[in-house]
Structure formats: C-alpha cells, structure tokens
C-alpha cells in the first residue's frame, strides 16, 4: 500500500515537500507517480520516479514548477515544491506505476494509489 | 494528437448495460487502463491493458479497444457504479501518461 502524508496549508511563496510511503511490495523496483487534482477538475498526471535509481520522468506541463524525488533507504517518493502559488491548491495522489510492453505494443497501470494529500495555499 | 477524449456524461438504468468510450490516436498503440473515481475517495483501478481486472474489481466490468477508441462496459450496471471514470495511457511520444478529461456515470 502507498500512505501519503497529512494535508498542508501553506502561504504563497513558501516551499513544502509532500511523501508517499511504500511498504508490502519491494519500492525499489516499480515506478511511483504523481498526479494532481485541482477542486472539481479531473486528474492530470505530473510525472514519475524509479526509486532503485532516482530516474526522473516529468509531464512537459509539470517540467520546472515541482522535483519528484525518492529515498529507496525508507521507500518513500516526493513531491515539492520551492514556491507555491494559489493555483497548485490540488489534492495530490502518488500511485504505484507498472507497465508490460513487447516489441508491439503494452499498457500501463497504476495501482494502489495513495489516499492523497490535500494542499491549500491561500494567502 | 496526445490528446485522449471523453463525454463529460453518461447515464444508465439500474440494471442496463452502459459503454464509456475514450478516443485518442495514441490508442493505436497503446492499451489504456481506466479508473474509478467517488467523491472523496482515491481513483480505482478497473481495467487495465487488453482486458485486464485487478482482483476484487466485479466482473460485470470489461474493456475493449478498436482502432482509435477505447471502451469500458459495464454489463448489468448497479448503484455503486455511479462515479467518475477515467482512460489513461501514454502520449504520442511514448514517454508521458495522459489521462482522458472523465466521465461522470448517473446510474437511474
């Protein structure tokens, strides 16, 4: 299962770090993802890592505005920020992230996800 | 495009068989996967790939795809199965995940 950590309430221009706990699987070995969910909007997928290395894949939407890292020592995934803005108040759900591909075609899947973090920045 | 498209709606008679349908070019080649979503909880994964289920996801939910649409059906649909669903999958450049803008399913 993923456990993420606690809602935040921040103020404009200040930083935060957000974690997602790994446990019952190895966390090394599959990337965690991150996706946002601004109020009464849809989800949008922000990027992942591969904790065994610390591979960073960013949304070009993303790109530049968060670091998503990981600390495979305590299988827990990151997302921050070094200055927020009113417009990232989202709830935030890291989710474990698989894929099978041949030499044709696969898929991808994430699942769990974590039970999201809710951040309010509001001045 | 890398766009995946979705109607904002759907409705279905308690009991009725419904389709959610999901449309990008990059699902000609690539399987998406769909997820459930209830007001205040985390998405669910339902489907995934050709036709996958995750353990513990009812039967009564399959997936299919066929050219550049991808499909959800959920055969005998019940009150639990009014929530948002999305389709997701990779984009055209094969690196990023994208997710379709959801469908709000009303069972009546």
Request: include cysteine; charge should be neutral; charged fraction near 20%.
């Given at each position: 299962?993923?456990?993420?950590?606690?809602?935040?309430?921040?103020?404009?221009?200040?930083?935060?770090?957000?974690?997602?706990?790994?446990?019952?699987?190895?966390?090394?070995?599959?990337?965690?993802?991150?996706?946002?969910?601004?109020?009464?909007?849809?989800?949008?997928?922000?990027?992942?890592?591969?904790?065994?290395?610390?591979?960073?894949?960013?949304?070009?939407?993303?790109?530049?505005?968060?670091?998503?890292?990981?600390?495979?020592?305590?299988?827990?995934?990151?997302?921050?920020?070094?200055?927020?803005?009113?417009?990232?108040?989202?709830?935030?759900?890291?989710?474990?992230?698989?894929?099978?591909?041949?030499?044709?075609?696969?898929?991808?899947?994430?699942?769990?996800?974590?039970?999201?973090?809710?951040?309010?920045?509001?001045? | 495009?890398s766009e995946l498209t979705q109607d904002p709606a759907v409705s279905v008679a308690l009991g009725q068989t419904v389709t959610?349908?999901?449309?990008?070019?990059?699902?000609?080649?690539?399987?998406?996967?769909?997820?459930?979503?209830?007001?205040?909880?985390?998405?669910?994964?339902?489907?995934?790939?050709?036709?996958?289920?995750?353990?513990?996801?009812?039967?009564?939910?399959?997936?299919?795809?066929?050219?550049?649409?991808?499909?959800?059906?959920?055969?005998?649909?019940?009150?639990?199965?009014?929530?948002?669903?999305?389709?997701?999958?990779?984009?055209?450049?094969?690196?990023?995940?994208?997710?379709?803008?959801?469908?709000?399913?009303?069972?009546l």
């Open positions: 299962q993923l456990v993420q950590s606690g809602s935040e309430v921040k103020k404009p221009g200040e930083s935060l770090k957000i974690s997602c706990k790994g446990s019952g699987y190895n966390f090394d070995n599959d990337w965690i993802g991150w996706v946002r969910q601004k109020p009464g909007k849809g989800l949008e997928w922000m990027g992942i890592v591969y904790p065994g290395d610390s591979n960073v894949r960013y949304s070009p939407s993303f790109e530049g505005q968060v670091t998503i890292s990981a600390d495979k020592s305590i299988s827990t995934a990151y997302l921050q920020w070094s200055s927020l803005k009113a417009s990232d108040t989202a709830m935030y759900y890291c989710a474990r992230h698989r894929a099978l591909y041949d030499m044709l075609t696969g898929y991808d899947w994430l699942d769990p996800w974590g039970q999201g973090t809710l951040v309010t920045v509001s001045s | 495009s959610i349908t999901c449309q990008g070019d990059n699902l000609r080649s690539y399987y998406p996967s769909w997820y459930q979503q209830k007001p205040g909880q985390a998405p669910l994964l339902v489907i995934y790939g050709k036709n996958n289920r995750p353990s513990g996801i009812p039967d009564r939910f399959s997936g299919s795809t066929s050219g550049n649409t991808a499909s959800l059906t959920i055969t005998g649909a019940q009150a639990e199965d009014e929530a948002d669903y999305y389709c997701n999958s990779r984009d055209s450049s094969g690196n990023h995940l994208i997710f379709g803008g959801g469908t709000k399913l009303n069972v």
